[in-house]
């Protein structure tokens, strides 16, 4: 879809906007979305912008007791749209893709927390599930290993090295 304001680039910011029960929304680029202001502290919601510190404080009262090991400083702004942690925090969504990489050290806890994981993994599907499921146990018992090795847990390597071999030689892993 192309950006609704300037018609030439692809859109990758949607913005959502519900005022006295009137939904507007828009689809832009990063530079018409920066351009705009929409992520800037202009928004009709300015005045809640105080109520986050910052990511980790925002999220918080969500997972109580489990903070984010690391904070941004406050003044973090994403270069591409703008949009701040309190932006993010306030609407649940990243501006754009680099948000999850300029706000990757506060996102990241929260999204495994919440999902499990921080890898996008995909859907299955049937005729390639078993092969596929097979592929992926593999690549997962290797980042174990390879973690087993890095702390010296060499007992649970060798265990991993077995299970990775049968599971290589067509047998069933016993993960």
Do not use: W
Not at 5 to 21: D, Q, R, S, T
Not at 40 to 48: D, N
Not at 155 to 165: P, V
């Amino acid at each position: 879809m192309l950006c609704e304001k300037c018609g030439k680039n692809e859109a990758n910011v949607y913005i959502k906007n519900v005022v006295n029960g009137k939904v507007t929304e828009q689809h832009l680029c990063s530079a018409c979305a920066g351009e705009s202001g929409a992520f800037q502290s202009a928004s009709p919601f300015s005045a809640m912008s105080g109520l986050f510190d910052g990511m980790e404080q925002a999220f918080q009262g969500f997972f109580p007791g489990h903070a984010a090991p690391r904070t941004l400083s406050r003044g973090t702004v994403c270069p591409v749209c703008g949009a701040t942690a309190q932006d993010i925090a306030r609407t649940g969504r990243a501006g754009c893709a680099d948000c999850y990489e300029i706000f990757a050290q506060v996102l990241e806890p929260v999204i495994r927390r919440i999902h499990g994981g921080a890898a996008h993994t995909g859907a299955i599907p049937g005729s390639a599930g078993a092969e596929l499921s097979r592929k992926r146990q593999l690549e997962r018992l290797r980042g174990e290993l390879q973690d087993a090795i890095r702390r010296e847990a060499f007992e649970e390597a060798a265990r991993l090295r077995d299970e990775i071999r049968t599971l290589e030689n067509g047998g069933e892993a016993h993960a």
